[in-house]
């Protein structure tokens, strides 16, 4: 208990003597300096310490008056309340798929021996893609063609003896069932010539198939097989990929809240769509409505929309991603300001209005929609008023502004002006006062940052300083720090 007791009062005794020495600086400092060696930088500092105690007296203080040195105008910008048609718009992320595709393949079995395309070539519907070796083929439609004159001769024959069968059964040289015999084997041939003929259409099909034929109009893609392969039905791949990307389409998902909004909007017309860059800016391209789905995602409470696009700048590609931007309804005449001059406290939203006696005035106002750039106003402001969108870091209601063109006087750092645009301080108009302050703090700047061979520096710096001090108070005035911007 003892022990303790002794350190308590040891530590007791050591703060006491750390803050007598703190206290009692001013007058120690100057000697040690002195004593030290730093001559130069005495001066300086006396005068420092006794316009830091002048400024301690006034109950503030050089860097507290640095903070709030600015009085007079502030510097705003200010735009003015407007009416403008304000498109609505849906967005959407959006997959880009072509109008039609199709991979070719082959039909019937056999050798590549001709391409008739070059990859990424624009072809017609009709245009020949490829040949197969159809010399198989041919001979089985030939066989086909020989059978049916084969059968059309012995059609012939059984047609003459049903003729001589009849007349002998009028001559009663022959028998009625000779007749009906030979008239069975008359119908027999004629079903086997509908037989050879249907015969010959299948062999002149199947021999059609070695000529590949584009299906529809389109690009082709990167080629599968090369001349020489050999190519079947069964084949995955196919020979090309044939896609139709004038016009294309784009299938992107709006949510589910938004679908009577929109089907309300189609029944009155076909509406438009814009494919966006991935900046949200720049425009791609435009089309139509096509098509909403007929039920909605039930995993992620979305409804897949269909839009066509004409592509003739082939800025689409199928595959890809875009942001698609659906126009539901154009606000006519509505009041709008820039987005940058609505703020929000915690009563809601609020512009700040210039009056006529360059003074802003705080106004509540009902936001209908907004986005980037504007913000449709419903209420709390009318055309005609001004309101301030830049430089609300020390901005009350009633402060008097200044209406700046250059929009960094109107930054929150920036000092305020009077007429000439110049600075004004609070303290002193002449700037001596806030100079006298920043020399204050100098020298404690300059004696922390010494160490090793940092008298030389000292010396220099004070030297330095000291001339600038002569010189006029204004630069020193304006390295105060400014105050932080809040909105």
Same mark, same amino acid.
């Given at each position: ?271 438009? %769509?814009?494919?966006?860059? @991935? ?6 391209? =435009? &089309? +139509?409505?096509?098509? *909403?789905? !007929? #039920? ?37 005449? %509505?009041?709008?300001?820039? @987005? ?6 915690? =009563? &809601? +939203?609020?512009?700040? *209005?210039? !009056? #006529? ?131």
């Amino acid at each position: 208990m003892a022990r303790t007791f002794r350190v308590v009062v040891w530590l007791a005794v050591i703060g006491a003597v750390g803050y007598g020495a703190y206290a009692t600086r001013d007058r120690w400092l100057g000697p040690a300096e002195r004593l030290l060696g730093y001559q130069n930088a005495a001066a300086p500092a006396e005068q420092a310490q006794g316009e830091r105690r002048g400024g301690q007296g006034q109950g503030g203080g050089g860097r507290r008056r640095s903070m709030s040195q600015f009085s007079g105008p502030i510097p705003v910008l200010a735009a003015d309340v407007a009416t403008a048609d304000v498109p609505v718009y849906i967005d959407g992320v959006g997959l880009v798929k072509a109008l039609n595709t199709v991979t070719v393949r082959a039909q019937i079995s056999g050798k590549i021996v001709e391409i008739d395309f070059e990859e990424g070539q624009d072809i017609k519907k009709g245009d020949v893609i490829a040949r197969i070796d159809d010399g198989v083929y041919k001979a089985q439609r030939d066989q086909a063609v020989a059978k049916k004159a084969q059968d059309e001769a012995l059609l012939a024959g059984a047609q003459r003896d049903l003729a001589r069968f009849q007349l002998m059964v009028k001559s009663a040289s022959g028998t009625q069932q000779q007749v009906d015999t030979q008239m069975s084997l008359v119908a027999q041939y004629t079903a086997q010539i509908q037989v050879d003929v249907a015969a010959i259409e299948s062999a002149q099909a199947t021999l059609d198939y070695t000529t590949i034929k584009a299906p529809i109009d389109g690009r082709t893609g990167i080629r599968n097989v090369d001349v020489g392969n050999l190519v079947s039905s069964s084949d995955a791949t196919g020979i090309v990929t044939l896609s139709q990307i004038q016009p294309i389409s784009v299938l992107f998902s709006i949510p589910q809240q938004q679908l009577a909004r929109v089907n309300a909007a189609s029944a009155a017309g076909t509406l438009s %769509v814009q494919a966006m860059a @991935s900046d949200g800016q720049t425009v791609i391209d =435009n &089309g +139509t409505l096509g098509v *909403v789905d !007929n #039920q909605v995602d039930p995993t992620t409470g979305t409804v897949k929309l269909k839009a066509n696009f004409p592509n003739e700048k082939l800025a689409l590609w199928p595959g890809a991603f875009v942001n698609a931007r659906l126009l539901v309804e154009t606000l006519k005449g %509505v009041t709008v300001i820039p @987005s940058a001059a609505v703020q929000r406290g915690p =009563n &809601g +939203t609020f512009v700040y *209005v210039i !009056n #006529q006696g360059q003074t802003v005035a705080m106004k509540p106002v009902k936001v209908r929609q907004q986005d980037d750039t504007l913000a449709v106003i419903a209420e709390g402001i009318s055309p005609g008023d001004k309101v301030v969108t830049t430089g609300f870091a020390r901005l009350q209601d009633g402060s008097k502004v200044q209406i700046s063109t250059n929009p960094d006087q109107a930054s929150p750092g920036a000092p305020a002006t009077d007429d000439q645009g110049q600075p004004v301080a609070e303290n002193d108009p002449q700037n001596g006062g806030s100079g006298s302050a920043n020399a204050a703090e100098r020298p404690h700047r300059r004696h922390n940052g010494q160490n090793g061979n940092g008298g030389h520096r000292g010396q220099h710096a004070a030297g330095t300083e000291q001339g600038a001090d002569t010189s006029g108070g204004s630069a020193s005035g304006n390295s105060s720090a400014a105050p932080t911007q809040q909105q």
